[in-house]
């Protein structure tokens, strides 16, 4: 399985953007999913956002809940990240995951990771 995010830039306080993950290969699981995590300079790489791909259920971190919506094209394979009123604490390489484990919320539930894309928020 391979994942190739793309979509990152260079963006103003409050602006937008829409980051895109596409995934080759074929992965059976019942309770496949895709997330998007990130990780800012010098921390620690946090959850973002998951879809569970069958279904469509959705799960945000607080942080984040209310501006970016996570979304689906199952016929091409691709999952997105809508970034809306961008704060320069969003500013971090984004990545996104596919696993099949037990939490939404763990980076350890996920098997398969994208090259990772940059997003910067400036003040």
């Known amino acids: 399985v391979q994942l190739q995010a793309s979509g990152g830039g260079l963006v103003q306080a409050g602006g937008s953007l829409r980051l895109s993950c596409a995934y080759s290969?074929?992965?059976?699981?019942?309770?496949?999913?895709m997330g998007w995590f990130r990780q800012a300079p010098g921390k620690e790489r946090e959850f973002v956002a998951a879809i569970r791909w069958s279904g469509g259920s959705t799960y945000y971190a607080d942080s984040v809940k209310g501006r970016f919506a996570i979304s689906r094209d199952n016929a091409k394979n691709t999952v997105f990240l809508q970034m809306n009123g961008l704060k320069p604490e969003d500013t971090a390489v984004y990545y996104c995951?596919?696993?099949?484990?037990?939490?939404?919320?763990?980076?350890?539930?996920?098997?398969?990771w994208g090259q990772g894309t940059q997003v910067t928020v400036s003040s």
């Open positions: 995951a596919q696993g099949g484990g037990s939490s939404y919320f763990s980076d350890r539930s996920y098997d398969y």
């Open positions: 290969g074929r992965t059976f699981s019942y309770n496949l999913r």
